[in-house]
């Protein structure tokens, strides 16, 4: 890649900049939406807001002008809260390359279309599904930017993209695998925050690595099994899309959809953890959509479904965790993905 644009400077925007940078892409421009930001990753060289200690790389710009980003660039990274690709995608789409690759960051799952990222892109931005890279996989932006060492995903139809976007990306501390599963590993990607949720809630409950160790297995389970019947890959969801970033996302206290989780599990209501939290959970919203996608193809999300209740009908979550608990017995099958199970 000859120049990237990363449209979106949170914290895994940034961060992915930095990654675009150190593995030799010569020009890097990051879109922030307050040209404030922008302003201080030009003169700074820092990101103030949310990576503040992770210098950018010299290869790095920022601008607030969308246009000056998208201008020339061969990649269009896509790294803004996933309620808000369409409409910010719209102002764009005109301005992109008609042969630039387009590389989704993001994690969820619409509200209301139930598409997932890539098809919202395709939709919105015209283009072939081939020219659509999904990146996603265990990568807590704080910990990439400190170039600690991780494994990711770069999903895409064509695959001579997916390892054009592996090879901009690929550093010593970031080791990018390539797949032709797009649909499974978005699920996985979107899934996993509102399973972390979940995880969260476990948590501040005081609940245990039993506990924690079922939530992560059952909810990959049930990940697994909307997936099968949205012709993913089973296998994906044993992967880095699957159930590594899964395991980092609930693990990490540098998650933000387990730290949401956490504070609704001490009792606090969706609005007062939502003024607690300045960046994106993303499983608050998706815990919505996943579930009417898993009710539109007929498959069970339990945990979905009890968190999408605490989030959105205040319901208790030691209520949620009990109503789990007391769901009919049934036989396990793991790695037989069925729509009821
Ligand atoms: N942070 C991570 O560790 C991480 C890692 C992997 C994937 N992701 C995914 O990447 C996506 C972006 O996450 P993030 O952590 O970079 O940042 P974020 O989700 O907190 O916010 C992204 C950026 O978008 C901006 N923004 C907020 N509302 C906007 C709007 N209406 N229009 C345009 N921009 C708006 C914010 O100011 C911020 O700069 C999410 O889908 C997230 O799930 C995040
Ligand atoms: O901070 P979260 O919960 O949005 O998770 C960040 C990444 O998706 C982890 O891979």
Not at 47 to 53: A, E, F, K
Not at 89 to 107: E, N, Q, R
Not at 142 to 152: D, H, K, L, R, S
Request: a negative charge.
């Amino acid at each position: 890649m000859r120049r990237a644009a990363v449209l979106g400077s949170g914290s895994w925007g940034t961060a992915f900049a930095k990654a675009l940078a150190d593995a030799g892409t010569p020009e890097v421009t990051i879109w922030a939406r307050r040209p404030e930001v922008a302003a201080a990753m030009r003169e700074r060289r820092v990101n103030p807001d949310y990576l503040p200690t992770m210098w950018l790389p010299d290869a790095v710009t920022a601008t607030g002008d969308a246009a000056e980003a998208i201008d020339g660039a061969d990649l269009v990274v896509l790294a803004v809260p996933s309620q808000t690709l369409r409409d910010n995608l719209a102002g764009w789409a005109g301005l992109i390359d008609p042969d630039a690759t387009l590389a989704s960051l993001m994690k969820g799952i619409e509200l209301g279309t139930l598409k997932r990222m890539s098809e919202v892109v395709v939709e919105v931005a015209g283009v072939e599904p081939e020219r659509v890279a999904v990146v996603t996989g265990p990568n807590l932006a704080p910990e990439i930017a400190a170039e600690q060492v991780a494994g990711t995903v770069v999903a895409c139809r064509d695959i001579r993209r997916a390892e054009l976007v592996q090879r901009a990306i690929s550093t010593r501390y970031l080791r990018p695998y390539t797949n032709d599963d797009v649909v499974g590993c978005e699920l996985g990607g979107a899934v996993k925050n509102v399973i972390a949720l979940a995880y969260g809630m476990a948590v501040a409950l005081g609940f245990g690595d039993n506990t924690r160790a079922t939530l992560i297995t059952r909810g990959l389970a049930e990940t697994a099994r909307l997936g099968a019947a949205l012709g993913a890959n089973p296998m994906t969801f044993a992967g880095l899309a699957g159930l590594g970033d899964l395991v980092a996302t609930c693990s990490s206290p540098l998650s933000r959809n387990r730290t949401f989780g956490e504070q609704l599990g001490r009792g606090e209501t969706l609005e007062q953890a939502q003024a607690a939290t300045r960046q994106t959970a993303e499983g608050v919203k998706s815990c919505l959509s996943i579930r009417d996608l898993a009710r539109s193809v007929g498959v069970e999300m339990p945990i979905t479904e009890q968190v999408e209740l605490v989030c959105h009908e205040n319901l208790d979550p030691l209520k949620a965790l009990a109503a789990l608990m007391a769901r009919e017995t049934k036989p396990e099958r793991p790695g037989v993905p069925s729509t009821g199970q």
